[in-house]
């Protein structure tokens, strides 16, 4: 495994793998992995003949009152945790190479970026766009995998991919959560003990949610309340959102019907996390069975 | 030559000729092809494999208000032109297939994009970038060749490739200019006879600029005050702008000095119109030389 931090590095060898007749698959990252990433990395192994796992802090996915400075970076780790995979390539440039003196370019995903956390993260989707089309342009991956855990960020990144007609498959794997139910995430490690028992709140009020829409409740407006009140019940907790919206357009439904998601985010604390899960009439059975498989807790 | 109207179709040339490791070569145009076109065309033929010329009038890049409807649409007739030049390909897809229902992504090129047109065309180049960067995934050239007449919409892309780290180089071709002087453009078809001669107070004006900077003149705003005052004197036009700014940022710049582009907007009678002259210290008299080099004037 290499650790790769120049642009031209990155660019050589995945123009080198493609003319070898080689796929590529990127798992773009912020580092500080867990077993979620580490299932992406899973999947590119069994699918690519190279796998790059890009690490890379975004600044400009963060505003200027958000977590950058402090957000965890924990290179030798997850060099390891790659490394044990079966990482063929560690990409980590530096904001410089990225983000160079005179940087002008940015990809907008119009609407699906206003919705859910882009309400109370302007310009944080606008970031998340163009590193991803920064990081497929370098690598030039196949297939490229993002986490179901951030699904919002999965439906604008494959309509990205769609509307710019780029040559890249994109797979949204499923979330993984501790024993507990917490998704898990890189922010968890702000958690103190008492506070990751508080963030169970999110996982128990999606269930609720899911519990409510089996037994025939089918009304937005009404699921969305109850959950509120289980939350405000349960956790000192602070609610940016809880919303249910089509899966792909995230647009608002008032009625559970087709590919739906529940998505929430709250604040626990001063740490703001967010989760979600995927609602399908055929396919409701299997989700509800999927979100009880829970994985072991893994050491943060 | 082949004209290929599908996305799809398009696709799968491009991958099978770099399979068989052939360059692709692309000319994106909006049809209506002068020798300006040509000439991008002839450079594209002798640099690459496969030679794409697309044909795309793209309504992202109009306003409202602006000429969507009646810009000229010529296709036997740029076809025709496109063989006789030994194009390999023209691509020419419909609207509902580049832009369909839910379509939402967009390239911006900040700043770029405000100066000089921008100002009058809020949007444009916002159109103009994103259309290049879905042509540029779809056709997957080596080198895309683009006229320098259209100065700004050049910086633009070259700043998007190398921001986005587009596996693209950018060709920048000098202004065809008809015998008189007037730079082409498929909107010259708008022209009456009257307007035509009216409409060569744009390249006057830039002449006389550089006869002023290589006489010493090195202060911009004075420059432009000469250019308005012959205008104003010369022909019934009105002006859009005129602008002394950096190639490359498109920054005004108070004196002339390292790479500076004269750029100015005009409009005769209905008809919006645009030119410009590079002036750089070092290459300034072969400049002046290559723009009196006129080509003989085409039929339209």
Redesign the interface.
């Known amino acids: 495994m290499r650790i790769i931090r120049t642009?031209k590095e990155m660019?050589r060898i995945s123009?080198r793998a493609l003319g070898e007749g080689k796929s590529i698959g990127l798992v773009p990252t912020m580092g500080a992995l867990h077993e979620g990433h580490l299932s992406l990395i899973r999947q590119a192994r069994r699918d690519s003949d190279l796998v790059v796992v890009s690490i890379f802090v975004n600044p400009a996915q963060f505003a200027p009152k958000e977590d950058l400075k402090i957000y965890p970076r924990t290179l030798a780790k997850d060099a390891k945790a790659c490394k044990k995979e079966g990482v063929d390539i560690i990409f980590h440039p530096g904001v410089a190479l990225i983000y160079p003196k005179?940087?002008?370019?940015?990809?907008?995903?119009?609407?699906?970026s206003d919705r859910l956390c882009g309400e109370f993260r302007p310009g944080h989707f606008k970031g998340v766009?163009?590193i991803v089309?920064?990081l497929f342009?370098?690598v030039?991956p196949a297939i490229a995998y993002f986490g179901l855990k951030d699904a919002q960020q999965s439906a604008i990144i494959k309509?990205?991919v769609e509307?710019?007609?780029?040559?890249v498959e994109v797979k949204v794997m499923p979330t993984v959560r501790e024993a507990s139910g917490l998704a898990l995430s890189s922010r968890n490690a702000y958690l103190s003990e008492k506070e990751k028992k508080d963030a169970l709140i999110l996982s128990r009020a999606l269930s609720f949610a899911e519990y409510l829409v089996k037994n025939g409740l089918k009304d937005a407006r009404r699921i969305i309340k109850a959950m509120r009140q289980l939350i405000k019940k349960k956790a000192p907790a602070r609610i940016d959102y809880i919303s249910i919206v089509d899966a792909d357009?995230l647009k608002p439904v008032k009625k559970i019907s087709g590919n739906c998601l529940i998505a929430l985010a709250v604040r626990i604390g001063k740490v703001r996390l967010i989760d979600n899960i995927y609602l399908n009439g055929d396919t409701l059975a299997a989700r509800i069975k999927n979100l009880r498989v829970r994985r072991k807790s893994v050491p943060s």
Do not use: G, H, S, W
């Open positions: 642009i660019e123009y005179n940087y002008k370019t940015f990809v907008t995903v119009e609407e699906l766009a163009t089309a920064k342009n370098i030039q309509r990205m509307d710019l007609n780029m040559p357009t």
